[in-house]
């Protein structure tokens, strides 16, 4: 099943408390599956799904974020593919695509990168096709670091960022999900498996070196890490 996204929030944080403080619903309705949202100063970026009986697209909203308690969009880029993950490096916006179950003779698998030196109005820059779903992305240093499910992990060279180059192929058991990396590892959300952790001291070529799958673990989709702690996010793999 798919839970239909109302709007985009902002929400006022303290330490013990948070409290909503503004919302955009206007571009968002019962066929829109919002899929991420990345924010860099005053902008935040959000990735849609447009879907409906017959087709699908994607869209790339840009929003000012100057005044947190009205959003207000400044573009809106649109895609003919199904957008998957975004992430955000420097001053560029990288997006995954999977493929389209509504639209297979627009199938894109692979990801774009975008320019945001114009924080407000996003420009194509590159895109590189991969054979398989790229269902993640996560950026450390020079590399780009792809999560294709159960087709492992690909390793994209991003030193000039239009024009992608493939680096490496990490095979990893069970699906690839969410990625994150930090120092010289990189932690992967795996699916059925867990959590697995690969070396990046050679980031083109990564080297996996442990495992942890926990009691009454469900499906490890997505993965952030604060300090000495990572964070996994357990549900159905859907």
């Known amino acids: 099943k798919l839970l239909y996204s109302l709007g985009v929030y902002s929400f006022n944080r303290d330490q013990q408390n948070v409290s909503q403080t503004g919302v955009d619903r206007t571009h968002f309705n019962n066929y829109s599956l919002l899929q991420g949202i990345e924010t860099k100063a005053n902008y935040a970026y959000v990735t849609r ?37 975004i992430t955000i490096e420097g ?17 894109f698998k692979g990801f774009y990168v975008m320019d945001i030196s114009n924080p407000s109005v996003p420009a194509f820059l590159a895109s590189y096709k991969t054979a398989s779903d790229a269902i993640s992305v996560s950026i450390l240093g020079d590399y780009a670091y792809l999560g294709l499910g159960e087709n492992g992990l690909e390793v994209i060279d991003i030193s000039d960022p239009s024009s992608p180059l493939r680096a490496g192929m990490l095979a990893v058991p069970g699906a690839t999900r969410g990625t994150f990396p930090k120092d010289n590892y990189l932690y992967i959300a795996n699916g059925y498996d867990g ?9 083109a070529s990564p080297a996996l070196t442990g495992q942890n799958k926990s009691t009454g673990t469900l ?20």
Not at 195 to 203: C, D, E, K, W, Y
Not at 223 to 238: C, E, F, K, M, R
């Open 49 to 85: 799904v447009n879907v409906s009986s017959f087709s699908s697209s994607s869209d790339l909203i840009t929003f000012d974020i100057t005044n947190p308690e009205r959003p207000r969009e400044t573009s809106n880029y649109s895609f003919l593919h199904f957008v998957s993950d």
């Open 91 to 107: 001053n560029f916006v990288f997006l995954t695509f999977n493929s389209d179950p509504y639209e297979p003779q627009e199938d």
């Open 195 to 203: 959590l697995r952790t690969a070396n990046l001291s050679q980031p």
């Open 219 to 238: 499906y490890a989709k997505k993965i952030s890490l604060d300090g000495q702690y990572a964070y996994v996010l357990d549900t159905i793999p859907y």
